[in-house]
């Protein structure tokens, strides 16, 4: 889109350029969707932010054709190093590795800033003759809801989608007010959303009695390098990811009763702490700050032509490094819906989908790094015992045992995100371990035929002639891949079955190679809105 005008009509309004924002554009970009992205701000954030990108966002930027770009920049961690009582005495070393073996191209975790990441989706954005409106701040949006679906107002419990809802919003812009006219709006406005509030969406959950403190560090002295360093004590935690070398990002909390007279809390303090307790020290902090963490969700992810991703839609510790990849992913989602809607000619409830797949992710999310900040924060005594007793004595026997547990490999699953199910309707008899309702299976060559961003119809085994064929009477691209020693590289990718694979990489229906009718007309449903 050119400068801002008076008046913008548009399919998509994006408010919101972080991450999550820039994301969303960039894909619908790729996808031929028009769309504008808007931000108050008057550029992309300079400050590091969130730090870690996982294996799933990872391969989301190879089928953007960004993966080069992020790998010739990066930092990365394969390895995390736990440790336990005074003085954090590291207690062996966990290889990622060894876990995420066979299962992603980029098994371990990526080190890229956030700051990195926006300008990296700016630069992409713009490559694609598209461009963020900074400056431009939401002031007021409308929802205008036609006669087929009409709803209850802003702020009620959730409009009908409704062909003819669209949205108008009203920005302050460097040059005065400008006017939006949408089909969709997209709120990725962070954890104080204008979209949200606007809708009347519930934002639930809680406040962390605790005090959080993060700490870009140089000149750091007693953590294993280029490593992950996660150390417990009774009363402390300490996480700590490599920033470089002699470099690292420090979190952890710290009690009220540690503030001074002022109700200040002193870096100087905390440097103390970090250094009776872990024995860590640094020279100096680049960015040091201190806050309240929240755990709160929405209660609807979508609200008629109206959507929201990232901490517009939840906001959770950072314990696990999950924040920033859930709203990369949500965006990457949401897009792929999106594009089907307004490119594809599918109906708007195909964006039902949407709230349908994500928001339990999200609600999944939040339980559980709530539970896993409870357990290293807790004051409880049961709790101190644990963290000062217990994990130092029965922690290095899981950590030498855990590559070779099957639960070792879940856990990396979880946090590398590529282990994300979703439910798939009417798929009776669909076995728990099936290939339906996951990312496609990384077989080690099959990834690039996912850089169209388009449906398409996968066979590992299966004559080419079959696949193409059966992707023929969908109306989808073909992809045949050949048989390794009479089986695909990867077990739950049979060779008497073809996988219809969505725009997102996700699997949607498994198909018997020969393709009856019946079979068929199941998959053309899933074509037709999942």
């Known amino acids: 889109m050119g400068r801002a005008a008076e008046r913008l009509d548009t399919d998509v309004l994006v408010v919101g350029a972080g991450p999550s924002g820039l994301m969303l554009a960039v894909c619908l970009a790729k996808l031929g969707v028009d769309a504008v992205i808007v931000d108050g701000k008057q550029g992309p954030t300079r400050e590091s932010r969130a730090l870690a990108v996982q294996a799933r966002s990872m391969e989301l930027y190879d089928q953007l054709g960004l993966v080069d770009r992020v790998l010739a920049e990066r930092s990365s961690a394969t390895t995390v190093v736990p440790g336990a009582g005074r003085g954090g005495r590291p207690f062996g070393r966990i290889r990622l590795r060894a876990l995420g073996a066979g299962v992603t191209p980029y098994p371990e975790i990526t080190v890229f800033e956030q700051s990195r990441n ?4 700016v630069d992409a954005l713009g490559e694609l003759r598209r461009e963020v409106l900074w400056g431009h701040r939401l002031e007021r949006l409308e929802v205008e809801t036609g006669a087929a679906g009409a709803g209850d107002g802003a702020g009620g419990a959730g409009r009908a989608a409704g062909a003819a809802a669209s949205v108008t919003a009203v920005l302050a812009g460097p040059d005065g007010p400008v006017t939006v006219h949408a089909r969709y709006c997209v709120g990725a406005d962070g954890a104080h959303s204008v979209v949200r509030e606007s809708l009347g969406i519930p934002f639930e959950g809680v406040t962390n009695e605790h005090t959080f403190y993060v700490a870009d560090a140089s000149g750091v002295m007693g953590l294993v390098g280029d490593a992950i360093n996660v150390r417990v004590t009774a009363e402390h935690f300490l996480l ?48 040091f700050t201190t806050y309240r963490l929240h755990h709160r969700l929405a209660a609807r992810f979508r609200d008629g032509p109206c959507f929201l991703v990232g901490d517009a839609a939840h906001i959770h510790s950072p314990v696990g490094a999950q924040g920033m990849n859930t709203g990369l992913q949500e965006a990457h989602d949401l897009a792929c819906t999106l594009a089907d809607v307004l490119v594809g000619g599918m109906p708007d409830a195909r964006l039902d989908r949407y709230e349908a797949e994500r928001r339990p992710v999200g609600r999944v999310l939040v339980a559980t790094t709530d539970r896993a900040f409870a357990v290293v924060t807790s004051d409880a005594p049961l709790a101190r015992f644990i963290r000062g007793r217990v994990v130092p004595v029965i922690g290095p026997l899981v950590v030498r045992v855990m590559p070779r547990l099957v639960g070792g490999r879940r856990v990396f699953g979880y946090l590398s995100q590529t282990r994300i199910r979703y439910r798939v309707p009417d798929a009776s008899g669909t076995r728990r371990d099936s290939a339906v ?71 949607v229906a498994e198909v018997p190679a020969p393709g009856t009718g019946a079979d068929l007309d199941a998959a053309r449903a899933r074509l037709a809105g999942f």
């Open 118 to 121: 926006e300008q990296l989706l």
């Open 240 to 287: 700590a990811f490599p920033m470089g070398p002699g470099r690292a990002r420090l979190l952890g909390v710290v009690r009220d009763r540690d503030r001074d007279e002022h109700g200040e809390l002193p870096e100087s303090f905390v440097q103390g702490m970090l250094d009776r307790e872990f024995g860590v020290r640094y020279a100096a902090s680049a960015w």
């Open 437 to 507: 309702g996951v990312r496609l299976r990384w077989t080690g060559e099959n990834y690039a035929a996912l850089r169209s961003m388009q449906w398409q119809l996968h066979g590992y085994g299966v004559p080419e002639r079959a696949v193409r064929r059966i992707a023929a009477e969908l109306g989808v691209e073909a992809h045949a891949f050949p048989r390794d020693d009479g089986r695909p590289r990867h077990a739950r990718l049979r060779r008497d079955r073809v996988y219809l694979v969505r725009r997102d990489g996700f699997v």
